[in-house]
């Protein structure tokens, strides 16, 4: 009988349905978000503190490295094209 009921079901009645249910699937997405974040051990203040310099300098250190080959390679093109133009 159900199957009969949501076969007949309108155009309107099936649109309402999918919101209801898009709910009830975000609901319980974040539900299990919830549950799996408490189960996460989370970092000291001090190892978080370390991390994040860790991270902040090995940035810096990655920008300084690309900001000199991009300056290279810059002056490489120059070079070429100041030797070979006409």
């Known amino acids: 009988m159900t199957e009969k009921k949501a076969k007949n079901a309108n155009f ?3 649109v309402g ?3 209801v249910n898009l709910g009830k699937g975000v609901a ?4 299990s ?8 051990t ?4 001090e190892k978080l503190i ?10 810096v250190a990655m920008m300084v490295i690309i900001g000199l080959l991009d300056t290279g390679a810059s002056a490489l ?10």
């Open 77 to 86: 093109v120059n070079l070429i094209m100041t030797k070979f133009s006409a």
């Open 17 to 19: 349905n999918w919101f």
């Open 12 to 14: 309107f009645t099936k």
């Open 42 to 45: 989370w970092p000291s203040r």
């Open 28 to 31: 319980h997405a974040f539900k």
């Open 33 to 40: 978000m919830w549950r799996e974040l408490r189960k996460v």
């Open 50 to 59: 370390n991390y994040s310099a860790i991270v902040v300098i090995f940035m």
